[in-house]
């Protein structure tokens, strides 16, 4: 059965409190699962949440602030104890290859060759995804050091329809034959193709946008998803320090989530500067730009995808 949700393994911002561990967010897609910036102590929030090393089929680093990264000698260091013998694809900026370096040969311990390099360089830059069923782009955010969101897109498909089937006399394998081929010889003779007999099924679409100030960057990545992971690590009395630092403000948030047409909105990376009674202000504050579903997420959290557009 394929899965499509959110781990939450971290959801505080640069510095951990008693309720939040830094960063660390498995999205889990039909099989592969992506590790977006695994901070400190992630391996063992994985415990906690029931994922394992072996379920890692990417590492995406937004950036190299150690909330962001600091998790990622403990992964990598597990995934060749695991025997992990599955492609795992690493990707982050290209200008801090040294600090990547560092990080994945941390200890001595034994290697793996199962991790493949995927540097990010540019404006925005579409990563090698192979046969996965989605694509992965990345764009440049604006941060103090360089810092890149990430888009995963589902391919558009189709839904085929009973009544146009019927009404063009397709039935039993002729069903497959058509989905496969695109077009197939009905009973009477007729040529019927996949358009006529189905409707466009909306690819499912995900963002997640780490350390920024609103950008260019942060409205392309968010466009028309159904899933936008975004931080919010201030609240609106903080917004000068939030454009000081290169954060955003869950009104901020929100405003992106309104002006995209997002369908889930995910806050997190919340500062260590609030207390467990000013969490409902971060919702509310998002809430005042965005009318759709909001999820203030906490450690451990799992977030499902919303159902399907309809065509």
Sequence with gaps: MSVRDLVVLGSA????TKSRNHNGYLLRWDGHGLLFDPGEGTQRQM?????????VTWICLTHFHGDHCLGVPGIVQRIARDGVEHRVDAAFPASGAEYWERLRYATP????????????????????????????????????????????EEPDGVTMKPGLLAAHGVRGPLVRRLQQEGAVVAPDGRTVTLAECSVRRPGQKVAFIMDTRLCDGVHELAADTDLLIIES??????????????????????EVAAAAGVRRLVLTHISERYRIEDEPRFVEQAAAAYSGDIVLVHDLDRVVMPPRRRG
Aim: charged fraction near 25%; avoid cysteine.
């Design 109 to 152: 311990f034994r290697g793996t060759e199962v991790i493949k390099e995927q540097p990010v360089s540019g404006e925005r830059m579409r990563l090698d995804t192979g046969d996965a069923p989605f694509s992965l782009t990345a764009r440049r955010l604006s941060h103090p050091v360089e810092a890149y969101g990430y888009r995963l």
């Design 47 to 55: 415990a906690f949440a029931g994922v394992t090393a072996t379920d």
């Design 233 to 254: 690590t201030f609240l609106d009395q903080d917004a000068a320090l939030a454009a000081d630092y290169g954060h955003l403000t869950a009104r901020q948030a929100g």
């Design 13 to 16: 911002s640069a510095v951990p």
